[in-house]
């Protein structure tokens, strides 16, 4: 502070017309003051530029630019309007060179009519005599006048050398910065996977649902796109992993998972985030092991302790399917719900994902009755409203097609199956997540079967049940536990045990549990074992791809 007692401060004030609060306080060792006022800040000349929040293509407008001589001189004045391009280069639009007394106003209109969706953005300045130069910036977005059109041609291509020929007709009538054309050749053409990898939000938000149904694509999304010569999505792992994190805050003690957080878990619901959480392990994720096991758990108990049900069953074929996935599957409960309550089931989904629970466990005969009862439902049902597994007639198609390729059952329907799909996507104005997810993956599973790739689904073989018996429960012992391979190329990967010697381990091992448990529980034990042998022999086969 001056001996007169005054004090001078600087102030950096952004680009603003108005007025502002002064305040001071000022203080000695024995006394405190302030004092507090309104201070009118403007620039020489007042600028204001108006101009639209937003425009449709193909509309005009006009740009409002008002100027107010306040204190500068009476002297001609220089207005110019200039449009920024993205590269930051400048055009010009306007000029005026109005002239202005102290206190006269100007007002000037700029046409414009934007040639380009996008963002817009427009500088004006004023500038006269003793530095005066204001400046202000407006921007707007410009959209399509109408929501996207999508126009999908489907073709058949003659054995050795057919040709298809691509014309402007495609894109007539569209806007050039937006359209894209995109051809896909092969099992998967009709389905559009490149339109459902650009239409695919792929960052992870919302409900349990939601997120696992945006997500789930993810774990796949850059080995389509490679296929099909699209850029692959550099932070994939990234988001893959926040979607884990997101559903897994929803997960609650006894390992069920809930739509918005751990309360009220909704055990189809469990199955379908459980099958994302695996199919992410599987691919190298790191997934806690604890949460899973509960989740497991939880879907293992939901089986040991369901009632007998007379229709419905969606979310017990999803927990069996995930089970099995894990190797985990109760095979007797499996057969007992092919042998007598397979047309209970509800929707197509249930009955495919019984069946590939089974195709899993090595029951061929029984996983194709399940998936021809799943093909059959595809016909019959009827409409999608009232849904309690989020599903549809275009979601239940997707996820039955993914499962019949990815486990090689019934394969040679999947051909038809992929048809009826493109025929009820073609009707549809609008496609789900869901729908948009399995539809990515079944586009994927035939991908893989036109490859000759056999993804195996369970992340370890069948386990042996526990054998208990009245005679003696103190006795309890597991079968012997095989891993199976993620995936298997070609022929022979891994040929596995010979079937001599898997029942020569089998027979001892029988010999070893049958000693002081009893008759029965020894039967038991050996039907088990029985059950193992042969199941491990059909493994075999599978891997040497006879």
Not at 70 to 87: F, K, R
Not at 436 to 444: E, T
Not at 487 to 507: F, V, Y
Request: proline fraction near 5%.
């Amino acid at each position: 502070m001056k001996a007169d007692g005054t004090a001078e401060a600087k102030f950096d004030l952004p680009d603003f017309n108005g007025t502002v609060r002064l305040m001071a306080v000022a203080w000695s060792a024995g006394k405190v003051g302030s004092t507090g006022s309104d201070v009118l800040v403007r620039d020489a000349l007042a600028l204001t530029v108006t101009a639209p929040r937003f425009l449709s293509l193909g509309d005009e407008a006009s740009i409002a630019i008002d100027v107010h001589n306040i204190e500068g001189p009476d002297t001609g004045y220089q207005v110019t309007a200039e449009q920024e391009n993205p590269q930051g280069l400048a055009t010009s639009l306007a000029q005026r060179n109005p002239r202005l007394a102290p206190n006269q106003r100007s007002a000037e209109r700029i046409a414009i009519k934007p040639a380009s969706l996008g963002r817009h953005v427009y500088n004006v300045r004023v500038s006269g005599p003793d530095g005066i130069e204001v400046r202000r910036r407006v921007a707007l977005e410009v959209m399509p006048p109408a929501n996207d059109i999508r126009r999908t041609v489907v073709a058949s291509l003659a054995a050795k050398g057919g040709r298809l020929s691509l014309s402007s007709d495609l894109l007539a009538d569209l806007i050039p910065s937006s359209a894209r054309l995109a051809l896909n050749v092969g099992p998967s053409a009709g389905m559009d996977v490149p339109g459902l990898l650009a239409s695919l939000d792929r960052y992870p938000y919302g409900c349990a649902e939601q997120t696992t149904s945006r997500a789930l694509p993810l774990l796949y999304v850059n080995d389509v796109a490679k296929r099909i010569g699209l850029a692959e999505e550099s932070q994939l792992k990234e988001r893959v992993e926040k979607a884990v994190a997101r559903v897994l805050e929803m997960q609650d003690a006894s390992g069920a998972f809930g739509i918005w957080g751990p309360g009220e878990p909704d055990l189809w619901l469990t199955g379908y985030v459980t099958d994302f959480l695996t199919r992410a392990k599987e691919l190298g994720y790191t997934i806690p092991e604890r949460q899973l096991t509960q989740a497991l758990d939880r879907l293992a108990n939901f089986i040991s302790y369901a009632q007998d049900f007379e229709k419905g069953g969606e979310a017990r074929a999803y927990a069996l399917y995930v089970l099995a996935r894990n190797g985990r599957a109760p095979v007797g409960e499996l057969r007992y719900y092919v042998d007598t309550r397979l047309e209970r089931f509800s929707s197509a989904l249930a009955q495919a994902q019984i069946g590939a629970a089974l195709a899993m466990t090595g029951d061929k005969p029984r996983a194709e009755r399940a998936f021809r009862a799943a093909l059959t439902r595809m016909g019959d049902d009827a409409a999608d409203n009232g849904r309690a597994d989020y599903g549809s007639r275009l979601r239940d198609g997707a996820a039955v097609l993914t499962l019949v390729s990815e486990t090689r059952t019934l394969i040679s329907e999947a051909p038809q199956l992929a048809r009826v799909i493109e025929r009820a996507q073609a009707t549809r104005t609008y496609t789900s997540t869901q729908e948009q997810a399995w539809m990515l993956l079944a586009a994927r599973a035939l991908s893989d079967a036109a490859a000759g790739t056999r993804r195996l689904d369970a992340a370890r073989g069948p386990r042996a049940e526990r054998c208990r018996s009245r005679d003696a429960p103190h006795r309890q012992r597991r079968g012997p536990q095989r891993r199976a391979d993620a995936l298997a190329r070609g022929i022979g990967s891994r040929p596995g045990w010979s079937r001599r010697r898997q029942q020569r381990r089998g027979a001892g091992l029988g010999r070893r549990l049958g000693h002081g448990i009893g008759a029965h529980g020894r039967a038991r034990c050996l039907e088990r074992l029985h059950d193992l042998a042969q199941l491990s022999h059909a493994r075999w086969h599978t891997h040497r791809g006879k």
